[in-house]
């Protein structure tokens, strides 16, 4: 359902892909290569989301976060406003 998703898959896995060797073989090592590094990203994904949950107890703490998350957030959009497209 993700279209990013779909590209990526489109422009990566034909390079992958022998065509004269049998197809299916090939799919299924893709297939299971892809399956165990999004496990091992989700995971970690996980992981760190345990930890910060822990670290997020008191309404201070919360708000330390938020108030990094949206300077970062400022930062990052100043600096888009100041980039120079070449025409």
């Known amino acids: 359902t993700n279209p990013k998703g779909l590209v990526?898959?489109?422009a990566v896995v034909p390079q992958f892909v022998v065509p004269t060797r049998p197809l299916m073989p090939q799919y299924l090592i893709?297939?299971?290569?892809?399956?165990?590094v999004d496990l091992?990203?989700?995971?970690?994904?996980?992981?760190l989301a345990a930890r910060l949950?822990?670290?997020?107890?008191?309404?201070?703490?919360?708000?330390?976060?938020n108030r990094t998350l949206s300077a970062m957030f400022a930062v990052?959009?100043?600096?888009?406003s100041l980039?120079?497209?070449a025409t």
Not at 53 to 65: E, K
């Open 83 to 85: 980039v120079r497209r």
């Open 40 to 47: 091992v990203i989700m995971g970690a994904y996980t992981g």
């Open 8 to 10: 990526f898959m489109l």
């Open 53 to 65: 949950l822990s670290w997020l107890q008191t309404p201070r703490q919360q708000r330390i976060l």
């Open 30 to 36: 893709l297939a299971a290569t892809m399956v165990a």
């Open 76 to 80: 990052a959009a100043v600096v888009l």
